[in-house]
Nanobody
């Protein structure tokens, strides 16, 4: 059965880094577009970054350009989101999701979603 599991969240101070992982089971991520999204309390869900299938084009939200990097490790069927220079406004629950298309967008639709992992940036 198709499943996505996020991990790697935690509490960090401003300026520090975290790397989130999204591991798929039941299907191969190389054939899907993959997106990272986040949602803070009281705010709408926001697209953060996405990666096209087979290491195709990537997309980043303006708020994270130059700080976040999305990548895929096909041998582990895992997608990563490396987050550098974290800011308090990055605090949110982060979700990964996959879409049955080759090229990614931040607007969806996405078929499969993970359960989310909490990232808290606070001094």
């Amino acid at each position: 059965q198709e499943q996505l599991v996020e991990s790697g969240g935690g509490l960090v101070q401003p300026g520090e880094s975290l790397t989130l992982s999204c591991t798929a089971s039941g299907y191969t991520l190389d054939y899907y577009a993959i997106g990272w999204f986040r949602q803070a309390p009281g705010k709408e869900r926001e697209g953060v970054s996405c990666l096209s299938s087979s290491d195709g084009p990537t997309v980043y939200a303006d708020s994270v350009k130059g700080r976040f990097t999305i990548s895929r490790d096909s041998t582990k069927n895992t997608v990563y989101l490396k987050m550098n220079s974290l800011k308090p406004e990055d605090t949110a629950v982060y979700y990964c999701a996959t879409a049955s298309r080759w090229i990614c967008t931040l607007s969806g639709p996405y078929e499969y979603w993970g359960q989310g992992t909490q990232v808290t940036v606070s001094s």
